[in-house]
């Protein structure tokens, strides 16, 4: 793949961040645009390049850089203009990836991974050796999104990717597996869920709330993983003043049902570290009284997550040192924890007083444990209304 003469895609902010990287390293013949009011794209002072419209591919012609981010669709534009992806063009965080001396670290798998790759890129030791590439395999990617992410398999000299859990996760972890290079080294870690401060008893575990609308660009609703008590005080038509009033003074599950509860929790962690050579069942049962350990019953707050990374720069043999992280890493809502519930577990703080954070499309929000239980209510009992409606499926 020929960098030394390329064509920009994009006279925007990205444009001229990738021209002031690259300008030493590469010539640019000109950029491209659909805006067709713009005529030249001057990245910096004395310095202009013309802009051309897309064209049909006519013959061999210089490399073409996507500086958009939204680089998806305008690879779908020039794949139907004849060109082929890494071959004719590449998006420009794919070219920060291939043109770096650095090895490539592709972590797969759910949004765990996610939390685990942006702790890995506080360890000074691990981004001199590694450019790290993230791709969930929950997602339905687009035609490009997914020819780049088997691109990057065939280049990739670490791949961190999750235990199957599913029959299907099974299928895609080997085909993952079949196309890694020889040389590729690979870590598979567990799945790390807790449902002991999130008891639920009218559903499965890990479900999705039923009364959450998704929308695109977003793999979180502000209350993606439902209660099934809220819901089923909701169901019953109790006010928001009933259901505090429930929350302070009822013993919502009785203690042995909680002891059963978190014993079971124990005795999955011990099983899924049989199956690997990760730990954390005992960081987990040593810690989770003291502080809050998971945002929701599927999520990690940032310790534990922390706490993997390490284990995965220890098996790397890279230096554990890692900066403090102070925005959370799992983009999902802190879910409240019971009063009965913290008092059988004996939690070690209040979690009435809690500030919990919310997950919203507007960025997050600081809110009272009250206000979570009425912003709860009023989005589940909107999207059961419309429902009822059949205004949503």
């Excluded at 444009?15 to 910096?44: D, T, W």
């Excluded at 099983?271 to 009284?289: M, V």
């Amino acid at each position: 793949m020929d960098r030394r003469h390329i064509n920009i895609f994009g006279c925007g902010k990205t444009a001229v961040q990738f021209y002031n990287r690259y300008k030493k390293q590469v010539q640019i013949g000109y950029a491209i645009s659909n805006n067709k009011k713009e005529l030249f794209f001057s990245p910096e002072e004395g310095v202009e390049y013309k802009v051309k419209r897309p064209e049909a591919k006519m013959g061999q012609e210089d490399l073409i850089i996507i500086c958009s981010n939204d680089y998806d669709n305008i690879a779908e534009q020039l794949m139907l203009l004849g060109y082929q992806p890494f071959k004719d063009f590449i998006d420009y965080q794919l070219a920060d990836i291939l043109w770096s001396e650095k090895k490539i670290a592709l972590l797969y798998g759910i949004c765990h991974l996610r939390g685990i790759s942006e702790c890995l890129r506080q360890s000074k030791e691990f981004t001199e050796r590694y450019e790290v590439f993230y791709y969930a395999n929950y997602l339905i990617s687009s035609v490009y999104g997914n020819m780049r992410f088997q691109y990057i398999i065939t280049k990739c000299d670490l791949l961190i990717y999750n235990f199957a859990a599913s029959p299907e996760s099974s299928r895609m972890n080997e085909a993952v597996l079949s196309r890694l290079p020889k040389k590729g080294k690979t870590l598979c870690l567990p799945i790390i869920y807790f449902g002991g401060y999130f008891p639920q008893s009218q559903r499965m575990f890990n479900e999705m709330n039923p009364y959450a609308i998704k929308c695109d660009g977003y793999n979180y609703t502000p209350f993606s993983y439902g209660d099934s008590w809220l819901n089923q005080c909701i169901d019953q038509g109790m006010s928001v003043a009933d259901i505090l009033d429930s929350l302070y003074h009822t013993d919502i599950y009785d203690e042995q049902f909680l002891e059963s509860y978190l014993e079971n929790e124990w005795k999955r962690f011990r099983f899924q570290e049989q199956q690997g050579e990760f730990r954390f069942a005992d960081y987990i049962q040593e810690n989770f009284q003291k502080r809050r350990l998971f945002r929701n019953e599927g999520h990690m707050e940032n310790e534990i997550l922390i706490y993997y990374a390490r284990q995965v720069l220890e098996k790397l043999d890279v230096d554990d040192t890692l900066n403090i992280i102070d925005e959370p890493l799992m983009k999902c809502s802190q879910h409240l924890i019971y009063p009965s519930t913290a008092k059988i577990l004996g939690l070690e703080w209040d979690v009435m007083n809690e500030i919990l954070d919310l997950y919203t499309y507007n960025g997050w929000k600081k809110i009272s444990v009250c206000e979570f239980v009425e912003k709860y209510v009023e989005y589940s009992s909107a999207i059961r209304r419309l429902k009822s409606e059949k205004l949503l499926p």
